[in-house]
């Protein structure tokens, strides 16, 4: 199983990547920028309790040929609690930035929600809401764990 390690502050959050049969187009795109290494030092720009936290670059344009073009996932999974999804003006035009729902009611209704690439993992519900505004991704890694591994923190949902 692919898990997202992100590095923020110094602290792991750990999400869990839907398979790319559940959402092709965004895994695939996630996967490619972070091997690029886009989203290093990128922001989280702003942060609603219990609702959304949004990350995006630190500058305010980030050139096309830094990072790979995508189209929307269209056929995935709802958008609920714990959820990593791109997040764009509207559903229909992606962005890199990123966002995590907290909210299952405002991740269904938020306009700018793309494509879902993940799920955090089930001991890192609580510990995601302690992320602010202003804290910085220090790093993303991506592995494959082998799925007896990681069990215990596997959502139900994937």
């Not at 965004?26 to 990128?42: C, I, S």
């Not at 995601?128 to 007896?148: A, L, M, R, V």
Request: a negative charge.
């Amino acid at each position: 199983m692919l898990i997202a390690e992100f590095l923020i502050n110094g602290e792991q959050y750990d999400f869990f990547l839907f398979k790319e049969e559940d959402a092709p187009i965004a895994t695939k795109r996630f996967r490619d920028l972070v091997e690029a290494n886009v989203y290093d030092q990128w922001i989280v720009e702003f942060t609603v309790e219990d609702g959304v936290t949004k990350i995006g670059p630190q500058r305010e344009f980030v050139p096309f040929s830094d990072r790979p073009l995508t189209r929307v996932d269209f056929n995935t999974k709802p958008h609920r609690y714990g959820f990593l999804s791109f997040v764009g003006a509207d559903p229909y035009h992606v962005s890199d930035r990123l966002v995590i729902m907290l909210d299952s009611e405002e991740a269904s209704d938020y306009d700018g929600v793309c494509s879902p690439i993940g799920m955090v993992a089930t001991n890192h519900h609580v510990k995601i809401q302690s992320i602010e505004k202003g804290h910085i991704i220090e790093k993303i890694t991506i592995n494959d764990y082998p799925e007896e591994e990681i069990l215990a923190r596997k959502p139900a949902f994937i």
